[in-house]
């Protein structure tokens, strides 16, 4: 738990720069489509929404910069990743952020605080996605909702995975997989878009 991420210091801060320059075309959009599903399948008030493997946390900055007034908290093992988040938070002058340390196998929070659990791109990097899901499960309040966006494998081009699976990808999912992994959860599916990133909307009991 809590170790720095596999990536090395050369690909985090590319990572983060050409991240930064997607923000409208990756964050925002998922920023309103989170907002949106939030609306739609939640019927009560949107307290604290939690971004697990936040990364540098331009989606939950995104997030509170289009709903001002909520919090959200980002989860991720990859110290560099916190600092980065915690910095882009003071350049992005919003209030409501924090960057906790931490991975979705053992998420840092108490049962049953979250409204909004949401992760983008990440799920493929966790260590066992069925206990990450069991964790989303225990830290949402009943009727709270999980948002997850990740990279399908079921439509990834054969050559593609099979570089990518020499690296540490091995946890891609399809949309059958993740689905599975979260009804086995306890969690009801409420939207799924099976795209070459499916997006997955599932409500916790
Ligand atoms: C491709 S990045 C995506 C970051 C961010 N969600 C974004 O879209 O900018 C994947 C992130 O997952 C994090 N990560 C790796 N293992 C994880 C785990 N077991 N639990 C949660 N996050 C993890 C990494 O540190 C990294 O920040």
Not at 28 to 56: E, K, R, W
Not at 77 to 87: N, T, V
Not at 147 to 161: P, S
Request: glycine share 8%; aromatic share 8%; net charge neutral.
């Amino acid at each position: 738990m809590t170790k720095d991420h596999e990536w090395s210091d050369e690909k985090v801060k590319s990572f983060v720069a050409s991240m930064e320059q997607k923000i409208d075309e990756r964050y925002t959009p998922f920023a309103q489509q989170i907002l949106q599903y939030s609306d739609q399948f939640h019927t009560n008030t949107v307290h604290l929404m939690i971004d697990i493997g936040c990364g540098p946390g331009f989606l939950g900055l995104e997030l509170l910069r289009l709903a001002p007034g909520k919090r959200v908290i980002g989860v991720d093992p990859d110290k560099r990743m916190i600092r980065i988040a915690q910095r882009k938070a003071v350049e992005y002058g919003v209030s409501g952020f924090e960057a906790r340390l931490g991975d979705a196998e053992q998420l840092p929070f108490d049962d049953g605080v979250g409204d909004i659990v949401v992760t983008l791109s990440a799920i493929h990097h966790w260590q066992h996605v069925p206990t990450g899901i069991r964790e989303v499960y225990r830290v949402l309040k009943a009727g709270g909702l999980f948002i997850g966006k990740d990279r399908n494998r079921a439509h990834r081009k054969k050559q593609r995975d099979a570089e990518h699976d020499q690296g540490k990808h091995l946890n891609g999912l399809t949309l059958n997989e993740i689905t599975t992994i979260l009804q086995e959860a306890g969690f009801k599916i409420r939207l799924a878009l099976d795209e070459a990133k499916y997006t997955i909307v599932a409500e916790r009991k």
